[in-house]
């Protein structure tokens, strides 16, 4: 490891940053060093712009990657090299808005039917009937299971926040029937190690057989099934301030764009056209 890279590391953990973006931003890093060959502490102004056009233009990354590149060489230059001016001129994009995929609840118990395996079968309920992300099904510990208080504990999930989400009877059922016949030990859903989680590619390839398995057009990730249990929410009447204490949402605008999937109050609403005064139309004519 180079004393740069630990030196970036080290200025990401004092500042409490997540496992996670710690790993993506230094990667981020890396590959921005690697396209030129050389240190970080060679570049400038020119070097990064002509990265991130790069990045556009010739890999055609996502957003996403975009987003994670510029912040990471942001965060390098501004705090760990000092050289805030390095990096002044970089803009944040502005990105396309796209809606979420959101499955019907006649998709979500087909999809979940198709899964035959307990444990595999228990997370994806579990992710669904408690809207988590990846992350947090697959660190839950069989601790956090209050049968109690019928809740279940999210632990430093996106953040750094814990929080709290109902526990579903009918999932508390499928987790009893689970843990009987697997005996989980720490972690609820353990990988090949069982001190260790189930990792988030296992989940997304457990995910992606079950759709093929029932037949869904749709693409159906963990977060698929997120987006569906606050769509399903809001359609079922509840608050939208409720669904964002649920999701983990720091802003409640996060959680308002269900708004534009939820289809029960557009199904609702009578369109103007219907109130016209007009004549009845006739059939066509061949």
Request: contains cysteine; hydrophobic residues 40%; aromatic residues 6%.
């Amino acid at each position: 490891m180079t004393p740069l890279r630990r030196r970036m590391i080290e200025d990401m953990t004092l500042r409490n940053f997540a496992p996670r973006t710690i790993q993506v931003y230094v990667e981020r890093v890396a590959t921005f060093a690697q396209h030129f060959r050389t240190s970080p502490e060679r570049l400038g102004p020119e070097h990064i712009r002509g990265y991130l056009l790069h990045l556009i233009q010739e890999r055609h990354v996502s957003w996403s990657y975009y987003n994670q590149a510029r912040c990471a060489l942001q965060f390098l230059y501004r705090v760990t090299l000092g050289r805030d001016w390095v990096v002044g001129d970089v803009v944040c994009p502005k990105q396309p808005r796209k809606l979420p995929v959101v499955l019907s609840l006649r998709e979500v118990a087909r999809f979940l039917d198709a899964i035959t395996h307990l444990k595999h079968r228990a997370l994806l309920m579990t992710a669904y009937a408690a809207g988590l992300r990846v992350s947090e099904v697959t660190r839950l510990r069989v601790a956090d299971i209050d049968s109690q208080r019928m809740v279940l504990r999210i632990r430093q999930a996106k953040g750094q926040k814990d929080r709290f989400v109902g526990l579903s009877p009918r999932l508390l059922t499928i987790l009893r029937a689970y843990w009987k016949a697997a005996r989980p030990g720490d972690y609820l859903f353990p990988g090949a190690r069982p001190d260790r989680p189930l990792s988030t590619g296992s989940v997304h390839r457990i995910c992606r057989a079950a759709r093929r398995r029932c037949g869904l057009d749709k693409r159906v990730t963990v977060h698929t099934l997120r987006h569906s249990f606050a769509t399903h929410l809001l359609e079922d009447g509840t608050d939208l301030r409720t669904i964002q204490i649920l999701l983990g949402h720091r802003s409640l605008g996060t959680t308002a764009r269900y708004l534009h999937v939820a289809t029960a109050a557009l199904r609702s609403t009578r369109s103007p056209l219907d109130r016209l005064d007009l004549p009845p139309e006739e059939a066509p004519r061949p």
